[in-house]
């Protein structure tokens, strides 16, 4: 059963530091999304890529908030400098949208900024 | 600029009865319609949809009705189960625009008792 996979799990650091967060989206699957789930937003749509591209980061706050898809196999989501106020669960989710089609989420960074 | 609401941030329920979640959209322009689950630590998954053409989508014990004029869809759980209890997310998205945005509500969490 293909899955989308995230790492770390879950994330503690101090205000300042960097955080790193990585997904493996499922094999084939040509469309990746970052989500943060928020109570007050639900599941917010950061940015997601198209066959790598970035193709929408508007739901990011530039100044620190940095996507990326080095290859087909790893997305990654930077914060720099990381604040409390970033605390959080992350979602990555991969899917094939041409159509009606679900997306796949993975089970989430929860990130802990204190 | 919510585009896709769930007023109801939880319901309670009997083991057996029917759950209904509601979701409302504002965006005249969505054509597909996806309702997720949640547990906790756990990500989203997938659960029914449904494109514009239609009405009603029935999988088993859920069953997802949309109301094109109303921007509104439910879905109901019909006889509601304790495994059932979980977070319930409806999404939108507009499969015409030549994006690929999966856009969100806030979430409902059901508890089925016992």
């Known amino acids: 059963d293909a899955r989308v996979t995230q790492t770390p799990r879950h994330k503690v650091t101090e205000m300042g530091q960097e955080v790193t967060m990585r997904c493996q989206p499922i094999l084939g699957h040509n469309t990746v999304f970052w989500y943060r789930q928020t109570m007050m937003q639900g599941l917010e749509l950061l940015a997601y890529?198209?066959?790598?591209?970035?193709?929408?980061d508007s739901g990011m706050p530039k100044d620190r908030f940095s996507a990326e898809m080095p290859d087909a196999t790893l997305a990654t989501l930077k914060i720099q400098p990381s604040e409390p106020r970033d605390s959080a669960v992350y979602f990555c989710?991969?899917?094939?949208?041409?159509?009606?089609?679900?997306?796949?989420f993975g089970n989430g960074t929860r990130l802990t900024v204190t | 600029d919510q585009q896709v609401k769930q007023n109801s941030p939880s319901l309670s329920v009997q083991e057996g009865r029917i759950s209904i979640l509601n979701c409302d959209y504002t965006?005249?322009?969505?054509?597909?319609f996806l309702w997720y689950k949640k547990y906790p630590a756990e990500g989203p998954t997938f659960l029914i949809s449904?494109?514009?053409?239609?009405d009603k989508n029935e999988d088993g014990r859920f069953t997802v009705f949309l109301n094109k004029s109303a921007k509104h869809l439910s879905l109901h759980i019909v006889p509601s189960q304790p495994g059932d209890s979980a977070v319930y997310f409806c999404?939108?998205?507009?499969?015409?625009?030549?994006?690929?945005?999966?856009?969100f509500g806030t979430g409902t969490r059901l508890k089925v008792l016992a």
């Open positions: 999404a939108a998205r507009r499969t015409t625009s030549g994006t690929y945005k999966y856009i």
């Open positions: 989710a991969s899917g094939i949208p041409d159509g009606y089609s679900p997306l796949h």
């Open positions: 965006n005249s322009m969505f054509d597909y």
């Open positions: 890529f198209r066959n790598r591209a970035p193709l929408d």
């Open positions: 449904i494109s514009s053409i239609k």
